[in-house]
Every structure is written in structure tokens, then in C-alpha cells.
């Protein structure tokens, strides 16, 4: 087959494509140039950094208690595959486009410039909201702390209560400001914040395994599938999509309840994604975008099977906490000393998936802001720190006074439908690359395609259909949104009219 060559688009068409060359040579402008500085090690660090968090420290609890019994550890490994599989597609396309903007730069490579603004205006929601709800978890922890010594924080500045809506979370503010700071200072500095604080992270992780170890009784893991109950839970938009479809009602407990868990627990592994955004900002990208990505996904794999089976089988599933499971089954044991270090390792731990999620966040408004599609003013790196300060310091005050505000239920499940979504684009783009670029040089291919892609798109997509019909209706409102924007500014000034003139 012929190379295609590294043609200009087509005049004024919705799915011109930017070539990858292009791509690459943008990269080089010195005012619009990320700094490179990490490698394969600090990128792995970042994806443990930013996959531990929420999801292992809160959701083992709820899934186990309310969806899957001790059999939660098997839903684990389902949510982890569907990312394997789309883990080996963002390999492939961050070792072949080493561009900042992840699943944007690549659908702008494959699928065309309107896909790549609906994946990239996807990706603003995704890590803006996920940056302010693990910002309110964090919060959360450390109010717990300083409970425990008898400090309390006034009710107007320690969240919105429950009830009337009312108050600010100032630390959840705080914090947010506080990382973009550190993000605008330097990759170098985020890296060596996050390896310190993933280190703290782990060694919390590994202290519940070991230690729980020790108190694990084999009848709490009797049944390990609980019996299948109907799912009475949600009812109108507050049904999975699923349903209201095809009358198809997920169940709690049962072989069903274990993919049921999944499409929950699939927000402790959002992050690894995040990775790809750093790929412009890595020494040898081709050869450490791929270890990185797939390093940090199966540690946290292992990590996470290993405490979900020792909290089962420290605590009946129908007696765990919803709300700090691990720290709780260590109070219901006697053992006050684990849980607060449980407490502490994940409030220090849930600072270093902020940082990562915001930076993931900069990086992809940043790449559109290059490309013209977002105003060009938030493309200019920092004269000395080679950061694009711009839309951190932005982004970052946003986001403050967003998690300030916000409510962890009502936001979550619209990070999994984005990330899902992203997930789904990046895979139908492997499948268009390979075929329109087959020249292309690829350090990390894709194994077995098309069938992992297909597998990718089809486990994506049944995840999504078992979210709720209220969040596909705030997601389709988000788009649209986006879509006005699109063709009211982002079309009329993307830089591909330069080359075929004004559409």
C-alpha cells in the first residue's frame, strides 16, 4: 500500500483531519513548546498517583454492601479490563502522536476536527469536574482528621450542607489553588510532589493488605456471590439508561451484580488516561508512553483485587461502612490506630489525583487553544517554566470555586460517562489510523486488531448504557453546548484554515 502523504485538509469540510506530521511540528514553536522532563518512571508514578484514590479508599464499600458481597474483587478485575483494552489503544496512538491533549489530539489525527472538539470539549468536563469532586473528597478526609483532635470547622466554610445547599468548602478551594501553583512552577516539581506523596499512598495500601491480613475470617466471605436481588434502586431519569431502552433491570448481588459493580467501581481506575496528556512532555515518548500507561494500570489492578478481598474478609459485606470502609473495618476490630493512618494516607493521597487530573485538564484545553479552536492567547507556555500557565491559573480558579460548591453524588457518574466516551473515540481511532496511515511509525502497536479495539468500544459502551438516563441527559447538554461554541468561534479560527483558506 502506498504512504499517504502529509497533505492539507480539505477546505471547510466538519472532518478535516491534522496530520500527525503537523502535529508533531506544532509542537516545536518555542513560545507554544512544553518542556520535557519526565520519564517512564514518573509517568508510571502519575498513574498510580492519580488511579488510587476515591475509588479504592470509598467505592469497595458501597459496591460490596449494595451491588456485589465479596465478589466485589472479581468487579474489579471487569472494570479493569474494559481499561486494559482501552489502555492498549492510548499506547498506540500516545507513542505515535506525542502531542499534548490524549484522546483530542489523537481523534483530531483519525476521525477529524469536529469528533476531535466534541472528544476534547468531553475531556474539559471530565477532569474539571473529576479535579473538583476528589478535591471535595479530600476535604472530607481531613475534616475527619482534625475531628479526631478536636479542632471543628465552622459549618458556613466546611461544605454545602446537605439539606438547604448552603456554605463553602474553603479547604477544597484551598487545595485547588494551592496545585496550580505547584503546576505552574514546573512538570519536574508536579513529578517529584506526586512521587512523595504516592509513596505515602502506597505504603497505606500495602499496610491495610498486610495488616488485614491477619484478621480475615473465611465465613464473612461466605456467600462470595450473594443471591441475585432485583435492583429497586432508581426509577424515570434516575434509571440506568439500560432499562428505559430495553426493559433490561440490572441486579444487585448475583453473576449480573458483578458487572453491575463495575460500571461503579470503573471511577477508581479513572487516571490512567490522564498519562497520555503528558506524552509531549516525556524525553522518549514512543518507549516510555507505553510502559507508563500500562504499568500504572496493573499495579493499581493488583492493589486494588488484593484490598477489596481482605476488607471482605475482614467485615461481613452487609456490615461495611459506606462511607470510609477500609478505616471503619479497622475500628469495628478494635484497631483505631490503622484507621487513622488509613484516614491520613488517604487524605495526603487524594492530593496528588487533583494535581493530576488539572494538569490533564490544562494540557487538553491548552492543545485546542494551539490549534485555534479555543482562543490562541491560552497557548503560550511560560518564559521560564515552559508551562502553560494561562489555563492552569484559569482553569485552576474555576475549579476552586467549583469544588467550593460542589456536591460529590450529583457530578461523579458524569466523569465515568466522559471517560467512557473518550475511551470509545480513541478506539474507533486506532481502527481509521491504521488504515489511513499505515506508514506511519508505530513504537507500540495494538495487538489483535481490530478485535481489541471492537472489544474496547463494545465493554465502553455497555458501561455507559448502565449509567443513569439523568446523566446521559447532562451530558447531551454539555455537548450541545460545545457544539454551539464549535461553530460559532472554534471552525471559523482553526489554524487548518491556514493552510486551505477561511471555510
Same mark, same amino acid.
Given at each position: 500500500?502506498?504512504?499517504?502523504?502529509?497533505?492539507?485538509?480539505?477546505?471547510?469540510?466538519?472532518?478535516?483531519?491534522?496530520?500527525?506530521?503537523?502535529?508533531?511540528?506544532?509542537?516545536?514553536?518555542?513560545?507554544?513548546?512544553?518542556?520535557?522532563?519526565?520519564?517512564?518512571? !514518573?509517568?508510571?508514578?502519575?498513574?498510580?498517583?492519580? %488511579?488510587?484514590?476515591?475509588?479504592?479508599?470509598? *467505592?469497595?464499600?458501597?459496591?460490596?454492601?449494595?451491588?456485589?458481597?465479596?465478589?466485589?474483587?472479581?468487579?474489579?478485575?471487569?472494570?479493569?479490563?474494559?481499561?486494559?483494552?482501552?489502555?492498549?489503544?492510548?499506547?498506540?496512538?500516545?507513542?505515535?502522536?506525542?502531542?499534548?491533549?490524549?484522546?483530542?489530539?489523537?481523534?483530531?489525527?483519525?476521525?477529524?476536527?469536529?469528533?476531535?472538539?466534541?472528544?476534547?470539549?468531553? /475531556?474539559?468536563?471530565?477532569?474539571?469536574?473529576?479535579?473538583?469532586?476528589?478535591?471535595?473528597?479530600?476535604?472530607?478526609? #481531613?475534616?475527619?482528621?482534625?475531628?479526631?483532635?478536636?479542632?471543628?470547622?465552622?459549618?458556613? %466554610?466546611?461544605?454545602?450542607?446537605?439539606?438547604?445547599?448552603?456554605?463553602?468548602?474553603?479547604?477544597?478551594? #484551598?487545595?485547588?489553588?494551592?496545585?496550580?501553583?505547584?503546576?505552574?512552577?514546573?512538570?519536574?516539581?508536579?513529578?517529584?510532589?506526586?512521587?512523595?506523596?504516592?509513596?505515602?499512598?502506597?505504603?497505606?495500601? *500495602?499496610?491495610?493488605?498486610?495488616?488485614?491480613?491477619?484478621?480475615?475470617?473465611?465465613?464473612?466471605?461466605?456467600?462470595?456471590?450473594?443471591?441475585?436481588?432485583?435492583?429497586?434502586?432508581?426509577?424515570?431519569?434516575?434509571?440506568?439508561?439500560?432499562?428505559?431502552?430495553?426493559?433490561?433491570?440490572?441486579?444487585?448481588?448475583?453473576?449480573?451484580?458483578?458487572? @453491575?459493580?463495575?460500571?461503579?467501581?470503573?471511577?477508581?481506575?479513572?487516571?490512567?488516561?490522564?498519562?497520555? @496528556?503528558?506524552?509531549?512532555?516525556?524525553?522518549?515518548?514512543?518507549?516510555?508512553?507505553? =510502559?507508563?500507561?500500562?504499568?500504572?494500570?496493573?499495579?493499581? @489492578?493488583?492493589?486494588?483485587?488484593?484490598?477489596?478481598?481482605?476488607?471482605?474478609?475482614?467485615?461481613?459485606?452487609?456490615?461495611?461502612?459506606?462511607?470510609?470502609?477500609?478505616?471503619?473495618?479497622?475500628?469495628?476490630?478494635?484497631?483505631?490506630?490503622?484507621?487513622?493512618?488509613?484516614?491520613?494516607?488517604?487524605?495526603?493521597?487524594?492530593?496528588?489525583?487533583?494535581?493530576?487530573?488539572?494538569?490533564?485538564?490544562?494540557?487538553?484545553?491548552?492543545?485546542?487553544? =494551539?490549534?485555534?479552536?479555543?482562543?490562541?492567547?491560552?497557548?503560550?507556555?511560560?518564559?521560564?517554566?515552559?508551562?502553560?500557565?494561562?489555563?492552569?491559573?484559569?482553569?485552576?480558579?474555576?475549579?476552586?470555586?467549583?469544588?467550593?460548591?460542589?456536591?460529590?453524588?450529583?457530578?461523579?457518574?458524569?466523569?465515568?460517562?466522559? @471517560?467512557?466516551?473518550?475511551?470509545?473515540?480513541?478506539? /474507533?481511532?486506532?481502527?481509521?489510523?491504521?488504515?489511513?496511515?499505515? !506508514?506511519?511509525?508505530?513504537?507500540?502497536?495494538?495487538?489483535?486488531?481490530?478485535?481489541?479495539?471492537?472489544?474496547?468500544?463494545?465493554?465502553?459502551?455497555?458501561?455507559?448504557?448502565?449509567?443513569?438516563?439523568?446523566?446521559?441527559? =447532562?451530558?447531551?447538554?454539555?455537548?450541545?453546548?460545545?457544539?454551539?461554541?464549535?461553530?460559532?468561534?472554534?471552525?471559523?479560527?482553526?489554524?487548518?484554515?491556514?493552510?486551505?483558506?477561511?471555510?
Amino acid at each position: 500500500m502506498t504512504a499517504q502523504q502529509d497533505t492539507p485538509p480539505t477546505k471547510g469540510g466538519l472532518f478535516r483531519t491534522k496530520t500527525v506530521e503537523q502535529s508533531i511540528r506544532d509542537t516545536e514553536e518555542p513560545e507554544h513548546a512544553l518542556k520535557k522532563s519526565l520519564s517512564a518512571l !514518573d509517568l508510571t508514578v502519575f498513574g498510580v498517583g492519580v %488511579i488510587i484514590g476515591t475509588g479504592i479508599f470509598v *467505592l469497595t464499600g458501597k459496591v460490596a454492601k449494595e451491588s456485589a458481597g465479596p465478589a466485589t474483587a472479581l468487579a474489579f478485575v471487569a472494570a479493569a479490563i474494559v481499561c486494559a483494552l482501552a489502555a492498549l489503544c492510548y499506547a498506540e496512538f500516545a507513542s505515535t502522536v506525542p502531542v499534548a491533549g490524549s484522546a483530542y489530539t489523537f481523534a483530531y489525527a483519525s476521525l477529524g476536527e469536529l469528533i476531535a472538539w466534541i472528544i476534547g470539549w468531553d /475531556l474539559v468536563l471530565e477532569f474539571a469536574l473529576g479535579t473538583a469532586v476528589v478535591a471535595v473528597g479530600w476535604s472530607g478526609y #481531613v475534616r475527619s482528621l482534625m475531628d479526631n483532635v478536636g479542632w471543628d470547622m465552622p459549618d458556613v %466554610i466546611a461544605g454545602p450542607d446537605a439539606a438547604t445547599g448552603f456554605g463553602f468548602d474553603i479547604l477544597a478551594f #484551598v487545595l485547588v489553588l494551592v496545585l496550580t501553583v505547584i503546576l505552574v512552577l514546573g512538570m519536574k516539581l508536579s513529578a517529584r510532589v506526586t512521587t512523595v506523596v504516592v509513596a505515602i499512598k502506597v505504603a497505606v495500601v *500495602l499496610i491495610v493488605i498486610i495488616a488485614g491480613l491477619f484478621f480475615i475470617k473465611a465465613a464473612n466471605y461466605s456467600p462470595f456471590i450473594p443471591p441475585a436481588e432485583p435492583q429497586t434502586s432508581g426509577s424515570g431519569l434516575n434509571a440506568p439508561l439500560i432499562q428505559l431502552m430495553f426493559g433490561y433491570a440490572p441486579t444487585n448481588f448475583g453473576v449480573l451484580g458483578i458487572f @453491575t459493580a463495575a460500571s461503579i467501581v470503573f471511577f477508581a481506575f479513572i487516571g490512567f488516561d490522564v498519562v497520555a @496528556t503528558a506524552a509531549e512532555e516525556t524525553k522518549l515518548p514512543q518507549r516510555d508512553m507505553p =510502559r507508563g500507561i500500562l504499568a500504572s494500570l496493573f499495579i493499581c @489492578t493488583v492493589l486494588y483485587v488484593a484490598v477489596s478481598l481482605v476488607v471482605t474478609g475482614m467485615q461481613h459485606y452487609t456490615e461495611l461502612s459506606v462511607s470510609a470502609p477500609l478505616a471503619d473495618a479497622f475500628k469495628a476490630l478494635g484497631h483505631p490506630f490503622y484507621a487513622g493512618v488509613i484516614s491520613f494516607g488517604a487524605a495526603v493521597g487524594l492530593t496528588t489525583v487533583c494535581m493530576i487530573l488539572l494538569l490533564g485538564q490544562t494540557r487538553v484545553f491548552f492543545a485546542m487553544s =494551539r490549534d485555534g479552536l479555543l482562543p490562541r492567547f491560552f497557548s503560550k507556555t511560560h518564559p521560564k517554566f515552559g508551562t502553560p500557565y494561562r489555563p492552569t491559573i484559569l482553569l485552576g480558579v474555576i475549579i476552586a470555586i467549583v469544588a467550593g460548591f460542589t456536591s460529590i453524588d450529583e457530578l461523579a457518574t458524569l466523569v465515568n460517562i466522559g @471517560t467512557l466516551f473518550a475511551f470509545v473515540v480513541v478506539a /474507533l481511532g486506532v481502527l481509521v489510523l491504521r488504515r489511513t496511515r499505515p !506508514d506511519l511509525h508505530r513504537a507500540f502497536r495494538t495487538p489483535w486488531v481490530p478485535l481489541i479495539p471492537v472489544l474496547s468500544v463494545a465493554a465502553s459502551v455497555w458501561l455507559m448504557l448502565n449509567l443513569p438516563a439523568e446523566t446521559w441527559l =447532562r451530558f447531551a447538554i454539555w455537548m450541545a453546548l460545545g457544539a454551539i461554541i464549535y461553530f460559532s468561534y472554534g471552525r471559523r479560527h482553526s489554524r487548518i484554515n491556514d493552510a486551505v483558506g477561511s471555510p
